[in-house]
């Protein structure tokens, strides 16, 4: 079983469309949670951390679950600028990152 | 200019050649790491150096080689490079701080590398 594992996609929206997506990791001892974006195979950009708490940030909104061990992200009112792969990170004592969720948002 | 850099961006090699990405950032971090990206597989770590004298292997260094020379300065070899070593190659750097909930890593332009 892979570390970290997330849907694929593609997720095709309209814009102005809520999109959720999740990603489950494997080790119940991990520490920390982020999401990332990668547009077209440049560098990943950190999009946000994501609190035991949930927290939101715009648009987006990621929620951490523990006990189903699974994070998820939320984005509202979606934009074209939101298409993307945004990919899920989990650490231990390394980063373990999933293989990404492709968004794409038409017109 | 760009914190995290890499050379070069595109690299087209031979099978038996011996190649060399070199990564430097002005971030003033500790902590500088390799990672390969191929499609469906997402990031897999390759090497990683919490300083200078500390080079640790991660989950897929079988094949590769690093040399941490600096602070700024992370460079990964491949020493007989195959086909299967095709792939997008990220440096990545982060402070080490851990604070709240962990370090965020950054990460440089990526090496397309092919290996015919």
């Known amino acids: 079983r892979k570390e970290v594992e997330q849907d694929p996609g593609p997720f095709n929206v309209p814009e102005g469309a809520t999109v959720a997506f999740n990603c489950t990791y494997s080790?119940?001892?991990?520490?920390?949670f982020f999401w990332y974006r990668q547009d077209c195979r440049k560098e990943p950009k950190l999009l946000m951390s994501?609190?035991?708490s949930g927290n939101e940030d715009g648009r987006f909104t990621a929620q951490l679950n523990r006990a189903s061990q699974y994070i998820s992200l939320l984005i509202r009112d979606s934009k074209l600028s939101d298409s993307a792969t945004y990919l899920c990170?989990?650490?231990?004592?390394?980063?373990?990152f999933g293989a990404g969720t492709t968004v794409t948002v038409r017109a | 200019d760009a914190d995290v850099t890499q050379t070069p961006r595109n690299r087209i090699t031979k099978t038996g050649k011996r190649i060399m990405l070199e990564c430097s950032q002005t971030?003033?971090?500790?902590?500088m790491y390799w990672y390969r990206q191929d499609p469906g597989l997402g990031l897999r770590l390759i090497y990683y150096?919490?300083?200078?004298?500390?080079?640790n292997k991660g989950e897929i260094s079988d094949g590769y080689s690093v040399s941490r020379q600096a602070q700024a300065k992370f460079s990964l070899s491949l020493e007989s490079a195959i086909p299967n070593q095709t792939a997008l190659y990220f440096c990545?750097?982060?402070?080490?701080?851990?604070?709240?909930?962990?370090?965020?890593?950054?990460f440089g332009p990526g090496t397309r590398l092919l290996v015919l």
């Open positions: 990170a989990v650490r231990d004592y390394k980063l373990s």
């Open positions: 990545a750097t982060s402070d080490g701080s851990g604070k709240g909930v962990g370090e965020t890593q950054y």
């Open positions: 994501v609190y035991s």
């Open positions: 150096s919490f300083d200078v004298k500390d080079i």
């Open positions: 971030k003033g971090h500790d902590r």
């Open positions: 080790n119940s001892a991990s520490q920390s």
